[in-house]
């Protein structure tokens, strides 16, 4: 039996062609494999890219974010969503207050139309009263009334404190919210103007 028998019939030299075949079948499931893990790896990748975006996006709109934590590194994603999430609440919170405060000032708009509008139905009705002849007031008699509506409200007034700026602020807001209300000017009004004919007629 010759070399090259032996070889053949040992496995130790093989034909040509099965090496070509071999070669097809293993390439083959291998570059589908590649295939694969790269499409696998980009869609990763662009998951990951979405992730990070998400957060930069978070620590540019919410201001709380905008900083670093005590030791100067970046703020770690946990310590983001959970400022983030306190942030909202406390938009919420915000966004709450004042739609409570535009209530408000809506229910006030109402009341001031309406005493408006009862000023307004006075004022007809003493005009249209028999003998009623709309007379002139000098500038002289108004600021004399302006004068005696001011020393009423001085006589309150003198009791706010002025020794430093938090007491007397303190101390406006409190007058006000007791000697400037509504029904109490008018009070207070009605009573100068009475006392002020009185002084005319005597």
Same mark, same amino acid.
């Given at each position: 039996?010759?070399r =090259?028998k032996? =070889?053949? $019939?040992?496995?130790?030299? %093989?034909?040509e ?9 293993s390439?083959?499931p ?5 295939? &694969? ?6 869609a ?9 975006k998400?957060?930069?996006?978070l620590?540019?709109l ?6 670093? =934590?005590?030791?100067?590194?970046? %703020?770690?994603?946990?310590?983001v969503?959970? !400022?983030?999430?306190d ?9 709450? !207050?004042?739609?409570?405060? &535009? ?7 109402? +009341? %001031?139309?309406i ?9 007809k +009705? ?15 008699v ?24 938090? $007491? %007397?602020? +303190?101390?406006v807001?409190?007058?006000? *919210? *007791?000697?400037?209300?509504p029904?109490?000017?008018? =009070? ?12 005319? &007629?005597?």
């Amino acid at each position: 039996m010759s070399r =090259d028998k032996e =070889d053949y $019939e040992y496995g130790m030299v %093989l034909p040509e062609f099965i090496f070509d075949d071999e070669d097809d079948d293993s390439k083959s499931p291998l570059t589908y494999k590649e295939r &694969r893990r790269e499409a696998h790896t980009q869609a990763e990748q662009k998951r990951r890219d979405a992730i990070k975006k998400g957060y930069d996006s978070l620590q540019e709109l919410v201001p709380t974010c905008q900083q670093t =934590d005590i030791s100067g590194y970046k %703020l770690s994603k946990a310590t983001v969503l959970q !400022k983030s999430i306190d942030y909202i609440q406390y938009l919420q919170q915000q966004k709450k !207050k004042q739609e409570e405060e &535009r209530n408000g000032l809506r229910k006030e708009v109402v +009341a %001031l139309r309406i005493m408006q509008t009862n000023y307004e139905q006075i004022v007809k +009705a003493q005009q249209s009263q028999p003998g009623h002849t709309e007379t002139r007031i000098s500038d002289e008699v108004k600021f004399s009334v302006f004068q005696f509506i001011m020393d009423q409200l001085f006589t309150t007034f003198s009791t706010v404190s002025v020794s430093n700026f938090t $007491e %007397l602020s +303190a101390g406006v807001f409190s007058w006000l *919210e *007791e000697y400037c209300k509504p029904q109490t000017l008018k =009070d207070t009004v009605f009573q100068v103007l009475r006392r002020h004919n009185t002084n005319m &007629r005597g």
